[in-house]
């Protein structure tokens, strides 16, 4: 431990981090974060639609070209450990060596804040497995009984990830991040998604609008926004 401030994003696939949380990775890392983000996968069957059309692809070329843009992603938004565990997906694998190894990141990073998918997914099983995942070893990180003598991990805040359609997920924006001043390098971030180039304007569309909805809901002036649900409640000092 540095001293330094660190969060941990726990991403389903290699390119969801970038969508959904590229904006809060960058903004944290501008402020002195070091942000670890673990693509539990590739997302090499289920989000390589465009890929799986070039002919003679395979597995491994796919993994190798979203690996490849994912690395181009983080190191626009500053993300200083990113981690493929490269477990599969449609259907991902979970297995209890991958949460005991997930636990072991809680407690070697003692992240300020975490970042997963939303709870529900109609569309997508992958991400809300991972969301149970993520809080499973979040919980285990916390258990005393559970490697005694390791530093035990603390109570950090976990926000969930807007989804693709959030009324079809149960999901609501309680927390409204401002990310206009790190908008740039979301959208580069963005734009190294090349086999996913259909979700480029959607997720720009998604960003006014939370900030539109930022906007209304401070007295700030907010151009681009990122939705978060928190899943507990935030304890405070002053109410405002
Ligand atoms: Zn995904």
Not at 52 to 70: D, H, I, N, V, Y
Not at 113 to 126: A, R
Not at 157 to 163: D, M, R
Request: hydrophobic share 40%.
């Amino acid at each position: 431990m540095t001293g330094r401030k660190t969060a941990l994003v726990v991403s389903a696939h290699s390119a969801d981090f970038v969508w959904r949380a590229g904006g809060a990775i960058a903004l944290h890392a501008e402020h002195g974060y070091a942000v670890t983000v673990i693509c539990l996968s590739f997302g090499e069957r289920g989000e390589s639609a465009k890929l799986w059309r070039q002919p003679g692809m395979t597995l491994e070329r796919a993994k190798a070209e979203r690996r490849q843009e994912a690395s181009a992603a983080a190191g626009h938004l500053g993300v200083a450990d990113l981690q493929f565990w490269d477990l599969g997906d449609y259907p991902i694998t979970l297995s209890e060596a991958s949460l005991y190894r997930l636990v072991e990141v809680y407690r070697a990073t003692q992240p300020a804040f975490v970042l997963s998918h939303s709870s529900k997914d109609i569309y997508n099983h992958d991400h809300p497995a991972v969301t149970e995942f993520a809080q499973h070893a979040r919980i285990v990180a916390q258990a005393h009984g559970h490697k005694p003598g390791q530093q035990v991990l603390g109570a950090p805040p976990v926000f969930l990830f807007e989804p693709h359609q959030p009324e079809q997920c149960d999901w609501k924006p309680t927390v409204l991040l401002d990310i206009t001043p790190v908008w740039s390098k979301k959208r580069a971030a963005i734009e190294c998604m090349t086999g996913q180039e259909h979700l480029w304007e959607y997720y720009t569309r998604v960003a006014l609008q939370r900030g539109a909805q930022a906007a209304r809901n401070s007295e700030k002036k907010i151009t681009y926004g990122e939705g978060y649900e928190s899943v507990f409640p935030h304890v405070v000092e002053r109410l405002a």
